[in-house]
């Protein structure tokens, strides 16, 4: 398995830097702390490193009362952006729109479009995806607008994805691949034709196991109006196709937030597992707890870390100057 271990709160707050502010978004990754509203003031706020051993299994049924439902994802009418911030899909209004129920939401969600996040916005017992998609839902009837005002109006899936070399890693993602070049620099206003892709192959089969839990968009106004489901299963993703979408233009190098303070319940499904947490998760838990005294110290450690993570995906080394000063 390609995974990898990094300190999100500390890279986050550095990696930004070597890159201009762009004009076109009026946030930026590089600039977390004065996100305003909710996304400094909030109490739930996301993304989160679940820690498996310390998520509920619900064997009661009192959060999670049925199955995942997902009906009509197979084939659904997108057209993609790069709105600055992110890859974005689209659904186009007016088309079948898919439906999410079950799990732990209660009613129908209609499915609005997905977007893409590198590194992985949720870390899993302190490990970090190089990928993450979140398919985001409201409420159906309610407006986006309505939806935000309320705790259940937004239900998002969180998928992950490792960079493998095996034969079919490149099936989850092969039909996004043709629309990614034209999506390479900012398109906010000119949103590619079109296309009738299967969400279904994009999350996998196996979605019966994963965690849940009550949080916020991770992104400004950082609204607590979601119920994030994080699947347990990552999937793969080639090599190729990860240099694709991480060269993308979102106005820097990467493009999540960092971890929030851990501090409400998380549930999984029955049938996910808690994994044995060796001393080494335990240290990283320890971590992200105390990240900001630490940021000090890992300034002069930084630029190997990110230079190292860099290596890792394949990617250039950075010019460790600008941000070690
Ligand atoms: C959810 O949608 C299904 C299928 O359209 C429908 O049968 C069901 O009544 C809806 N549930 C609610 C609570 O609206
Ligand atoms: C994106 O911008 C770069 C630099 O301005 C340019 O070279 C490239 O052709 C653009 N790509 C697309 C798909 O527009
Ligand atoms: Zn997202």
Redo the contacts with the bound molecule.
């Keep these: 398995m390609f995974a990898f271990i990094v300190l999100p709160v500390i890279l986050s707050s550095f990696i930004d830097l070597t890159h201009q502010a762009r004009t076109s978004a009026a946030w930026s990754y590089a600039d977390e702390p004065s996100w305003p509203g909710a996304c400094s003031s909030g109490a739930q706020q996301s993304p989160i490193n679940i820690v498996t051993a310390a998520a509920v299994a619900d064997h009661g049924g009192a959060v999670i009362r049925a199955p995942l439902q997902f009906r009509g994802y197979g084939a659904v009418d997108v057209s993609a952006v790069n709105n600055g911030h992110t890859l974005k899909w689209n659904a186009v209004p007016g088309g079948p729109a898919p439906t999410l129920s079950g799990g732990p939401l209660q009613g129908n969600y209609t499915f609005l479009q997905f977007h893409l996040h590198w590194l992985s916005e949720h870390a899993v017992d302190g490990i970090k995806y190089p990928l993450e998609i979140h398919f985001v839902h409201a409420r159906t009837g309610l407006s986006i607008e309505e939806a935000l005002q309320k705790r259940d109006g937004l239900a998002v899936i969180g998928v992950l994805y490792k960079v493998e070399k095996s034969p079919d890693s490149g099936h989850a993602l092969e039909e996004l691949m043709p629309m990614i070049?034209?999506i390479?620099?900012f398109t906010e206003n000119e949103p590619t034709s079109a296309d009738i892709i299967d969400l279904n192959r994009i999350m996998g089969a196996d979605r019966s196991s994963f965690f849940t839990y009550q949080g916020s968009l991770t992104t400004p106004g950082c609204s607590e109006a979601v119920q994030w489901i994080v699947m347990e299963t990552p999937r793969a993703i080639s090599d190729a196709q990860f240099k694709l979408i991480s060269s993308a233009?979102v106005g820097g190098q990467a493009n999540y937030r960092s971890l929030q303070p851990n501090n409400r319940p998380v549930y999984r499904s029955v049938s996910a597992s808690a994994a044995l947490a060796p001393s080494l998760l335990t240290l990283l838990s320890a971590l992200y707890a105390t990240s900001p005294s630490l940021v000090a110290a890992a300034k002069k450690t930084l630029c190997g870390l990110v230079n190292l993570k860099k290596k890792l995906l394949g990617l250039g080394g950075i010019n460790c100057e600008k941000l070690v000063g």
């Design positions: 070049p034209s390479m620099n233009d």
